[in-house]
């Protein structure tokens, strides 16, 4: 079978698919050249399940090969527009089921849901060194914005937070 020909679905993630999902993780982190997340099937199920969950999770599945792909998103508020939407942590495809429209299911079925709930976009980025992805996000249509990403963590943020003492 050839990855245009793999037949799949997706599916809201369980509890129960946090190994798997978290194992997936640790491929992209590979992928981009990052360390070992530390995120892994506990955090998963704590986090992405319950009333006030921190994030959404959807999954790829088929059925000779199991999950094959998942997203990660969760809620934004541009206070600009007005509105919600949703900014995509993570999105990754295993290499034998790439370029048979899983990633672009895994998108639609996220903005379909953001949709559903009162949400008028998706965000993402993706590292400059990660020319497959870049490459899938042009055919989709989309584009890169003029914003640059930052993030303040570690011991710049305890003491980004211990200046609100």
């Known amino acids: 079978m050839t990855a245009r020909s793999l037949r799949f679905s997706i599916r809201a993630a369980q509890p129960e698919d946090g190994a798997a999902v978290t194992a997936m993780t640790a491929a992209l982190a590979r992928h981009d050249r990052l360390p070992r997340p530390s995120f892994d099937a506990e955090a998963f199920r704590r986090d ?25 998103w969760f809620w934004v508020y541009d206070a600009l527009e007005g ?67 930052w993030s303040c963590d570690g011991e710049r943020f305890a003491m980004l937070a211990k200046q609100a003492e």
């Open 83 to 149: 509105r919600r939407g949703g900014y995509m942590e993570d999105l990754y495809v295993a290499p034998e089921a790439r370029r048979a429209g899983v990633g672009r299911a895994l998108m639609a079925a996220a903005a379909r849901d953001i949709e559903a709930h009162g949400g008028r976009f998706l965000a993402w980025n993706a590292k400059t060194l990660n020319a497959e992805g870049n490459a899938f996000y042009a055919i989709l249509g989309e584009r890169g914005g003029d914003l640059v990403n």
């Open 48 to 72: 992405g399940f319950g009333e006030r969950r921190a994030f959404e999770a959807l999954v790829a599945e088929t059925p000779e090969k199991g999950l094959v792909g998942y997203a990660l």
